[in-house]
Each structure stands twice: as C-alpha cells, then as structure tokens.
C-alpha cells in the first residue's frame, strides 16, 4: 500500500506471509491467513477458522485491539459503494450478541467488493 493510499484511506490487500507472521501468538496451530486488508493502519484478516479485525491505536500504533469473531458468528453484511458525491464506501457486519453492527469505511470501491467476495466465500 503506497503512502498516499494511506492518507487517504483507501485499502488494499497485505500481504499475506507478512500477516501470518505478526499474528503467530494469536493464531491455533492450523490456522492460516487466507486473505488480508489494510485500511490506513488497521486491518480485516480473513483466516480460514475466522475474522480477525485489528484496530491500531496511538502514535506509534503499537497498541492494538484485536477482535476474533468466528465466521459461524456472522449473519449478514452490507455494503453502500460510492456515489457521485459520496467518496465513501461503507462495509456493515452484523455479529450475533452484538447490538450495532462493525462498520468500515473505505475511499475505494474495489476493495470494498474484495471484502465483500472474501465474506461471502468465508462467513456465510
């Protein structure tokens, strides 16, 4: 992802080698990274047990909240793509237990449908 997709928020795809590696204390033994989004700092990783958003927060974004929600958890997603005044795409997870829903925003319509796609492969 280049320095100039960061500042403006879009996503794109990490590489996935990487992403296993920064997550070996939390992944099980059989787990694998399938697939990897990174929107500015955080990200949406896709294993092939679970979804794992990770939320980096601070300067340095050393500190980071991560949230496991196993796909059976899943029950449905949205997404509202941009328009032609709306440079804003916006992602919708709704998780069982929870109230509101996860939500994502993305500056880039492609992106948005590679999640998509990822979700529905994995989550439902």
Excluded: C
């Amino acid at each position: 992802m280049g320095l100039l997709d960061a500042l403006l928020g879009n996503a794109s795809e990490s590489d996935i080698n990487e992403t296993q590696q920064e997550l070996l204390r939390v992944l099980a033994s059989d787990e694998r990274v399938e697939r990897a989004y990174a929107v500015i700092r955080d990200q949406l990783i896709f294993t092939n047990k679970r979804l794992i958003l990770v939320d980096k927060q601070g300067v340095t974004g050393k500190k980071r909240e991560l949230m496991s929600v196993p796909y059976r958890s899943i029950e449905r997603f949205s997404m509202e793509t941009t328009g032609h005044f709306d440079m804003e795409s916006e992602l919708k997870i709704w998780v069982r237990g929870m109230a509101e829903p996860i939500s994502k925003t993305f500056r880039n319509d492609q992106t948005i449908h590679d999640v998509a796609r990822a979700l529905s492969e994995y989550a439902l």
